[in-house]
């Protein structure tokens, strides 16, 4: 098990996509984020696996105040879709991170990744 830790910044104008490269075959088994402004309902962090959600966080239907740990959720029916460096596929050897549009301008998106490279398929 591994943990990935990542900061983000994002912006309020449009989505924010990251794509941090996987060192070794595996998947993703826990998201937690936290962010130094607010958040607004309904925004979310997603984990992708090329354009497919694997963990995603979406906050409740009220306003986050900063600092709270955001806990994301496994896809029922991709949370085992493995990563892998050595895949030609695109998107395969990248975990791809979309923040979407925030309330607040250059808002600090700090990910705590869970990722099992053990639990490959």
Known sequence: MKDINLNIVAT???ATTVYVPVRDRGIVVDLKA???KNVSAADTIDIQRGS???NKI???SSNTS???VL??????SNSELVFDPSS???GVNVMKVVVSALSSASTVVSLA????EMAIT
């Open 113 to 116: 990744i869970q990722y099992d």
């Open 71 to 76: 806990t994301g959720t496994r896809d029922a």
């Open 58 to 60: 979406t906050v409740g």
């Open 52 to 54: 497919t959600s694997v």
């Open 88 to 90: 030609a596929s695109s």
């Open 34 to 36: 936290a962010t130094n």
């Open 66 to 68: 900063a600092g709270t």
């Open 12 to 14: 309020s104008g449009g």
